[in-house]
């Protein structure tokens, strides 16, 4: 069926169409913007299971919002049939630009480090592609690399799996597959989407796929860079566990290769200002951030390739005492400053590089509190450590605590000025006016990082009180009163310090691991007793027989020591 109008979106032709779907270039007629409609084939309307996968995958796409991954705008039904309107890009997908080589080998592998920075994201809020392929990969005018087509991805939550796929179904491109995706779709991880991007390498540098017995790509090319090689090999061990542990170690490594090459000259100039003496240490790896603010740079020094993050402020303002103080401190919770310099135009800070990424990009998920309150407390520890050496964060919000390998938190930034995409014109949701930029205030974003992780959403308040939300009213009652203590508006009311939080923090968790510990202590209780009474009774035997009184509490002191009963 071919259609003039959708909704609110006017037909201007066909893209594509393929097994499932029918691809049309729309007109937002609201907006007069054009769009991408994605219909799903009146034929497969009839499969529950594939009409469940098509508005999972518009579920999915909706919660993603990255550079690196289409936008998902809207869905809805019509004529009985399921759509999902996206973003229109202007550009071409990667199986028609690896098919006539219209990039330099650098600028393939920027789209491949490009396309890691997105699925990166996806893994980091539980969801794995599980269809990577050049063909779901499409490059825009200005040689950005773009995810799409999550139809088949798999949404992880804790460790129940949303898996729309029926039992014993393949789901996915069977040559891009990893080999426990061929399996066994309950063995699926991130890995999976590692592989695929293994093959799609190989691909891109030798004109084939890497089936069976395949040639090494220094096989067919003696001149390919063994570095290289060795990254996509990699990517394409068997085992899962040999492959690279994220997206965003591959991306690293990628990066490493890469050198800088995909930055423009005038990117790379303006990196070095201020720096030009780190020039023969260092090499410019990735432009991480570029706000009006500031930037952020990713570079590796040269000697050890230790990656290190450069964080620089186009003024000198709040934050360079502060910033000199942690460069003489360390802490397990505090991102570690290595150096710092300033002057009226230009303030620079040197720091460790923490390659998981912040909360913020896994905030499309919602927490349980035991998971929320983990994290607070290392948040915690990490603010209270600072206050106890004059320091005070008062900035304290998702984007400026960070993740490591091991899943433990950092906390970045202490003393900057607020600062936003767009030169402050959002609100600051983690900042109560009333106390400023001190202890209390760091303890009231804490409360409310703690809210959002948990319900999804920024608190909202009439006045001093905060509006019902439904998540956080079903939560157990100390939960609730250690949250709103930290968010109190009464200075008086609110924890007069960070250890007294984690203090209540540390009995609530504790608490929660308590049955189990007691019933095992139950179990070991009732053993001792089943035995002490079952000695009793072979002991007044044992003594009836033989009358041996002494060789009898002989026995009985032993065992009441074995159980710590006895000193």
């Not at 825009?140 to 949404?155: H, K, S, V, Y």
């Not at 779709?185 to 695929?196: A, E, H, R």
């Not at 809210?451 to 006045?463: A, D, F, N, Q, R």
């Not at 019933?519 to 003594?543: N, Q």
Request: charged share 25%.
């Amino acid at each position: 069926m071919e259609f003039k109008k959708i909704g609110d979106y006017e037909i201007v032709g066909k893209i594509g169409a393929g097994g499932m779907a029918t691809v049309y270039k729309g007109i937002q007629t609201s907006l007069n913007r054009p769009v991408a409609i994605k219909v799903l084939s009146k034929i497969m309307t009839e499969n529950k299971e594939i009409v469940e996968r098509f508005k999972q995958e518009a579920l999915i796409i909706a919660r993603l919002t990255h550079p690196n991954i289409i936008h998902i705008i809207d869905r809805g039904i019509i004529d009985g049939m399921h759509y999902f309107v996206m973003d229109y890009i202007e550009g071409k997908d990667f199986v028609t630009i690896i098919k006539n080589k219209e990039f330099d080998s650098k600028k393939m592998v920027d789209i491949v480090v490009q396309v890691c920075k997105g699925l990166s994201y996806a893994h980091k809020n539980g969801v794995i592609h599980r269809d990577i392929k050049p063909a779901n990969i499409i490059v825009d005018r200005e040689g950005n690399g773009m995810l799409m087509d999550f139809g088949i991805a798999q949404l992880r939550t804790g460790n129940v799996d949303s898996n729309l796929t029926v039992n014993g179904a393949l789901m996915g491109t069977l040559a891009y597959m990893s080999p426990e995706q061929k399996t066994d779709s309950g063995k699926v991880t991130p890995s999976t989407d590692i592989y695929s991007l293994g093959v799609i390498m190989y691909e891109m540098f030798t004109a084939a796929k890497p089936l069976g017995r395949f040639k090494l790509p220094t096989e067919i090319n003696p001149k390919f860079p063994k570095p290289l090689e060795n990254i996509i090999l990699k990517c394409l061990e068997q085992s899962p566990e040999d492959r690279y542990s994220s997206a965003d170690e591959l991306k690293d490594e990628l990066l490493k290769i890469l050198k800088g090459a995909h930055i423009k000259t005038e990117k790379r100039e303006q990196a070095f200002q201020g720096i030009t003496k780190l020039e023969d240490k260092f090499s410019l790896l990735d432009i991480v951030r570029e706000t009006t603010y500031g930037m952020v740079y990713l570079f590796e020094r040269k000697e050890d390739r230790h990656l290190m993050v450069i964080k620089k402020f186009r003024k000198r303002g709040k934050g360079l005492t502060e910033s000199r103080i942690l460069s003489k401190l360390s802490h397990d919770n505090i991102v570690k400053v290595y150096g710092v310099s300033g002057d009226e135009k230009l303030f620079i800070v040197v720091m460790e590089y923490m390659n998981e990424g912040s909360l913020k990009e896994r905030l499309i998920r919602k927490y349980t509190w035991q998971e929320a309150f983990k994290i607070g407390r290392e948040i915690g520890n990490g603010v209270s450590f600072a206050h106890k050496n004059r320091v005070i964060h008062g900035n304290l919000r998702p984007s400026n605590i960070l993740f490591n390998e091991a899943g433990h938190i950092k906390v970045s930034d202490f003393g900057l000025e607020e600062h936003y995409s767009e030169g402050g014109a959002e609100d600051n949701w983690y900042h109560n006016p009333k106390v400023g930029q001190s202890e209390r205030g760091d303890i009231y974003s804490i409360g409310v990082i703690l809210y959002e992780m948990i319900t999804g959403s920024i608190p909202v308040w009439k006045g001093n009180q905060l509006k019902q939300n439904d998540l956080f009213d079903i939560l157990p009652g100390r939960i609730q009163r250690i949250i709103l203590r930290m968010m109190e508006w009464d200075t008086a009311k609110q924890y007069p310090n960070i250890d007294s939080a984690i203090y209540e923090i540390d009995i609530l968790i504790g608490a929660d691991q308590k049955p189990e510990t007691a019933k095992k202590k139950s179990r070991i209780s009732a053993m001792t007793v089943l035995l002490f009474f079952l000695l009793l009774a072979v002991g007044g035997f044992y003594l009836f027989v033989t009358k041996n009184i002494e060789f009898y509490m002989e026995l009985i002191t032993n065992l009441l020591k074995s159980y710590g009963l006895l000193k």
